[in-house]
């Protein structure tokens, strides 16, 4: 498995430091090996389109979350799970309101799959792998 580089800043949402950009917000995102995999070929800079079976792309707000859907999801599905982290322009986030798919902790975004070329265009810096599970052996 090929990591990615380092660079997407400190994981504080102040992005890369003082007057270096915009203000971030840190999102992280499970996926699979496949998808993963498309994100590389981006050079870590963008999420690959929807499939027609997916209208929505949803990121989360917290690693704990995302680390629980690529253990407990992407690993029964496809053999691997991993967990992204990347930061995304404030301000451009703000048109999405924070969604609670559960828990108090269960928190993410909804971005429709015609948004998703705009939301990638907002991202700072690369995308990060910073957990991976694997099915045993």
């Known amino acids: 498995m090929t990591q990615t580089p380092s660079g997407t800043g400190t994981g504080t949402g102040t992005g890369a430091g003082a007057g270096a950009g915009p203000r971030t917000t840190t999102l992280w995102r499970p996926t699979g090996p496949e998808e993963l995999a498309l994100v590389e070929a981006s050079g870590w800079?963008?999420?690959?389109?929807r499939l027609p079976e997916q209208p929505?792309?949803?990121?989360?707000?917290?690693?704990?979350?995302?680390?629980?859907?690529?253990?407990d999801w992407n690993v029964p599905a496809?053999?691997?799970?991993?967990?992204?982290?990347?930061?995304?322009?404030?301000g451009f986030l703000e048109r999405y309101p924070v969604r609670r798919a559960g828990g108090e902790t269960i928190l993410e975004l909804w971005v429709s799959a015609e948004e998703l070329a705009e939301f990638?265009?907002?991202?700072?810096?690369?995308?990060?792998?910073?957990?991976?599970?694997?099915?045993?052996?």
Do not use: K, Q
Request: net charge neutral; aromatic share 14%.
């Open 120 to 137: 990638n265009r907002h991202i700072v810096g690369r995308i990060e792998v910073v957990r991976e599970f694997h099915a045993p052996a």
């Open 78 to 90: 496809s053999g691997a799970g991993y967990v992204t982290r990347f930061e995304v322009d404030a």
């Open 45 to 49: 800079t963008a999420w690959p389109p």
């Open 56 to 71: 929505i792309f949803y990121p989360v707000l917290n690693e704990d979350y995302a680390v629980r859907i690529a253990r």
